[in-house]
């Protein structure tokens, strides 16, 4: 019904940037929020960067500074613009959206297949 197709992950040197694409589509309705979510090596799933309606934006500590996360809600894509990125950033990052169908009322969680970023020299 609903998929989310992630890009712009890759290999960058430690101080360099990225930038994450990730565009949904589908029977969708409305689009409560979109985010970013990563996975490192070995440990549990977080949260990096969440944008509602379109504008009010929301970051975890480590993001906060060197990530920027937009929107474009005409085409149902967000974006994460990394940057001054470190070592430990190296994750699987996963674009997460809430969202109605044209089929239920209720908010449901979508999850794209994740895009791997690796931060090394």
């Known amino acids: 019904q609903v998929q989310l197709v992630e890009s712009g992950g890759g290999l960058v040197q430690p101080g360099g940037s990225l930038r994450l694409s990730c565009a949904a589509s589908g029977r969708i309705f409305s689009i409560s929020s979109m985010g970013w979510y990563r996975q490192p090596p070995g440990k549990e799933r977080e949260l990096v960067a969440t944008?509602?309606?379109?504008?009010?934006?929301n970051y975890a500590d480590s993001a906060k500074g060197r990530f920027t996360i937009s929107g474009d809600t005409a085409e149902n894509t967000v974006y994460l613009q990394m940057n001054s990125l470190k070592p430990e950033d190296t994750a699987v990052y996963y674009c997460?959206?809430?969202?109605?169908?044209?089929?239920?009322?209720?908010?449901?969680?979508?999850w794209g297949q994740g895009t791997q970023v690796t931060v090394s020299s």
């Open positions: 944008i509602t309606s379109g504008i009010i934006t």
């Open positions: 997460n959206a809430r969202l109605r169908t044209q089929y239920t009322s209720s908010l449901l969680n979508y």
